[in-house]
């Protein structure tokens, strides 16, 4: 599925977010930033060492008690076909009442910021915290898209945001949702 939004192609697909060519792939981490499972582990695992000793020095200088919920930053891409990664957490789904929305889309907002910032074009975002963390897929799936459309409105630069869907049912509550969002 594709929707054109001012200059912005806006893609959804299915598949795995490490294979995917972009200037950057976002990476739905934890606050430590050292690693973990889901899509966390297979961009470490695939990405190589780099990233981690890169995120090791953001530890270290930025961020000594880790990436705070819903804040961003950037590694380069190590051995992954993208050029770089931005780690950024989403929310624990703790029943709703917790600003849970609030920091999903501020984690959406502040990565395509940071991507914007430096330059980039192209940029790539796995379902943030639907998996280990919780959040039901079509509540989190209208904040993704909804977040990027108004990123989209009012910020010039971006050419291209994919969202990359690991399963099928994720993928078509995403091209479902989107239908609605941009009225296609
Ligand atoms: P969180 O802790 O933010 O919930 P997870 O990695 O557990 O992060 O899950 C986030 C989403 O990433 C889930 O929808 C999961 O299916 C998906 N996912 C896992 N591996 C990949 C991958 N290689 N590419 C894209 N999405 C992935």
């Known amino acids: ?3 054109k939004l001012k200059n912005c192609r806006i893609k959804i697909v299915q598949g795995d977010i490490t294979e995917q060519t972009v200037d950057a792939i ?3 981490a934890n606050p430590t930033l050292m690693g973990g ?20 020095q953001i530890r270290a200088t930025l961020y000594p008690n880790g990436l705070p919920t819903g804040e961003a930053v950037i590694t380069s891409g190590g051995n992954l076909k993208a050029k770089y990664v931005i780690h950024t957490v989403g ?4 029943g709703g009442n917790n600003r849970e929305a609030e920091f999903l889309s ?9 991507a914007k910032s430096r330059g980039l074009k192209s940029i790539a975002f796995p379902s943030i915290s639907t998996g280990a963390y919780g959040y039901p897929i079509d509540k989190a799936s209208v904040i993704a898209l909804s977040t990027v459309k108004n990123f989209l409105e009012k910020e ?9 869907l690991f399963t099928a049912k994720d993928f ?13």
């Open 1 to 3: 599925m594709e929707i």
């Open 26 to 28: 976002v990476n739905a």
């Open 37 to 56: 499972g889901g899509v966390d582990g297979a961009i470490h695992r695939k990405g190589g060492n780099k990233i981690l000793e890169e995120c090791k």
């Open 91 to 94: 929310p624990i789904w703790k």
């Open 106 to 114: 501020k984690a959406y907002w502040n990565s395509l910021n940071l």
């Open 156 to 164: 010039n630069g971006l050419e291209e945001v994919i969202f990359v």
């Open 172 to 184: 078509e509550v995403y091209k479902q949702k989107a239908s609605e969002i941009f009225s296609l």
